[in-house]
């Protein structure tokens, strides 16, 4: 079956079916991992969005019972250059059509997904309209013109009902703005008592459950949607340790005052390079998100930056100058992608042991700044000599 994906700029791709026949529309983006489909799908952070992934087979391990993020696949539709169906992998149950299908979602197939993102490279993220309808070519122009593309994700993503994962150490409250299991993992894989509350839940709700400390989940969207969660944030710093990944980052940045804003085409992926301020050393992180902490807001808060991309120098992480809360834009639980920020749960946890033995009261909190420890010295610039004959030189731009 023939499938269409239209972008609001007006460029046609046409490919073939796979997933739920139907038509969808959504945030068209780009995800450049390699691996790790199962997850991108099921993350949360992606619902109002028809993702495209950079890679050019994808479903060649299906989908198993262990890496969704989430119990449903979220996206609104899945965009790849070729779709395998005929899964090999020793875990695979089921493949990425069955699930597309089960939920109601389409996918395309077939398409130039280097051309598609070059275009979300260029003009940015675009409204598109995935179909596998018979719609003449001015039928779906309107239909995409005439679409309002949804801002209330959170509160579709987000937990109905409280829920625990009951442990014998800290209780951490995670506010569920659409949080992937692989934190709610990282925290019991510690012992961690962890009790998931919905993302409305008020500053007197949290405190009820005398957290030792609150996590702040990611989730889809625009921070400035979720009014709400910023207000509760608020009431709670200072009180409890706090710990913000991506919107959850975002929504801490609004709560200290902080401003945030749209990037043209976000970073999704699992290779996203990030500096460590306090020690000049890279980590590589795993993203997805499409809006950041503006840092020319920071300055008059009482925030100061731990972290920025490497790529394009925006704001990775924040920690607060005087209570004991931080936050990072990129992704500790990894799913998909790499460890090499996964001690910041461990942080976390010492910032709550070390805010309840109050050695800190009253100073500075030892909120983390650093995940790796030796600082790193840049080489000395080498000095500039002429190429010797048959070296590869590069042109300047
Ligand atoms: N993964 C996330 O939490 C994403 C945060 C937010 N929705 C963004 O796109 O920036």
Sequence with gaps: MKARLLLEDGTLFEGTAFGSEGRSAGEVVFNTGITGYQEVLSDPSYCGQIVTMTYPLIGNYGVNRDDFEAIRPWVSGFVVRKHENTPSNWRALSNVDQLLKQYGIPGISGIDTRML??????????????????ETLPELHEQLGVTRLARDHVARVSTPHIYRSPGAKERIV?????????????????????????????AEQIRSFAPDGVLLSNGPGDPQDVPYAVETIRALLGEVPLFGICLGHQLFALACGADTGKLAFGHRGANHPVKELATGRCIITSQNHGYTVIEDTIASTELEVTYINNNDGTVEGLRHKYAPAFSVQFHPEAAPGPYDSNLLFDQFLELIHQFQSGRAAGQRFAAPAKITETPVTPPAPAAASAPREGELVYAQK
Aim: some cysteine; proline content about 2%.
């Design 117 to 134: 993102t070059r275009k979300l490279r260029q003009h940015g993220t675009m409204k598109g309209l995935l179909t596998t309808g018979a």
């Design 174 to 202: 995670v506010v569920d703005f659409g949080v992937k299991l692989g934190m709610v993992r990282e925290l019991t894989s510690r012992g961690c008592d962890v009790v998931v509350v919905p993302h409305n839940a008020t």
